[in-house]
């Protein structure tokens, strides 16, 4: 694989890290204060890289687990992807829960055929 190919696909998944993490800052998702201000960190570095090992630790235990919630869908319980992440909050109260990206599409689909 070329650098330059290498290099894009970093970039995109930066962004999509990036993305995720302002949707839980936006949508007050992360409660520990600690948290929050690694979080506010990250995002306007957008990078990880100037954080302290303490502050790495804080984030793998109380931001991590937030960027792959399940989805709410009552039959579903499916990851939903760091990608998708924004999406499931910005329709989370049209839906009443956050649902992963096929169940989104599924109730979209519903709801244009009534």
């Known amino acids: 694989m070329s650098f330059t190919k290498r290099f894009m696909e970093q970039e995109e998944?930066?962004?999509?890290?990036?993305?995720?993490?302002?949707?839980?800052?936006?949508?007050?998702?992360?409660q520990h204060d600690v948290s929050l201000g690694i979080s506010k960190r990250i995002v306007a570095d957008r990078s990880i890289e100037q954080l302290s090992q303490?502050?790495?630790d804080v984030f793998e235990k109380h931001i991590d687990p937030l960027l792959t919630?399940?989805?709410e869908k009552h039959d579903c319980n499916a990851?939903?992807?760091?990608?998708?992440l924004p999406s499931a909050y910005l329709n989370e109260f049209e839906?009443?829960?956050?649902?992963?990206?096929?169940?989104?599409?599924?109730?979209?689909r519903i709801n244009n055929l009534k």
Not at 95 to 108: K, N, P, R, V
Request: aromatic share 10%; glycine share 4%; charged share 30%.
């Open 54 to 56: 303490k502050q790495i």
């Open 69 to 71: 919630p399940k989805c």
């Open 13 to 30: 998944e930066t962004e999509i890290f990036i993305n995720a993490l302002s949707a839980l800052i936006k949508n007050e998702q992360i």
């Open 95 to 108: 839906f009443g829960g956050l649902y992963c990206d096929d169940c989104q599409y599924e109730e979209m």
């Open 79 to 84: 990851e939903i992807s760091t990608r998708d």
